[in-house]
């Protein structure tokens, strides 16, 4: 199957993708949508949508970030801290399997819902650490059979889903863990 063909046929790969992970009938979602900003938050920082800090404690939250996003929420910690080297501990509270590409989060959604989060009852740490592997394995064994790209959708400021091919190697994908 040529690649100008794959292209037309979304729902053919979708239907025809058989990973551990990524699976029939599931898509990678950007996580980073229109209007995921609350932009009443401040200060705003590229690519950590939502960040914030509690009123005078050191906890600091974001929505996924990117991974240039994490760097700057990093830099802008350890900026209020006068230039020391700030120690900080980062946790993800989410509870679905998550990977970056070329430095973008992608959740796995389902197609006929891909504005719902997927539910894992019971899931813990290493339960989403392990799935996110795999995902990623899941993600490099199909890129090559299109040309080291992956079918991946994103949300348009409308709502609409649109799919696009985006390029992979084995350095662009990454888990949070190696991210």
Known sequence: MSMAVV????ERVMKLRGGSVLGKKTILKSDHFPGCQNKRLTPQIDGAPNYRQAESLPVHGVAIPTIEGCRNVIKHIRGRKGGKQA????FNLREEPLVYINGRPFVLRDVERPFSNLEYTGINRSRVEEMEARL???ILMEAARYGNKILVTDELPDGQMV?????????????????
């Open 7 to 10: 292209q037309k046929e979304p």
């Open 87 to 90: 120690q900080v501990l980062w």
């Open 136 to 138: 990623k394995e899941d």
């Open 163 to 179: 799919d696009q091919w985006e390029p992979v190697s084995c350095d662009s994908v990454k888990t949070p863990v190696e991210a």
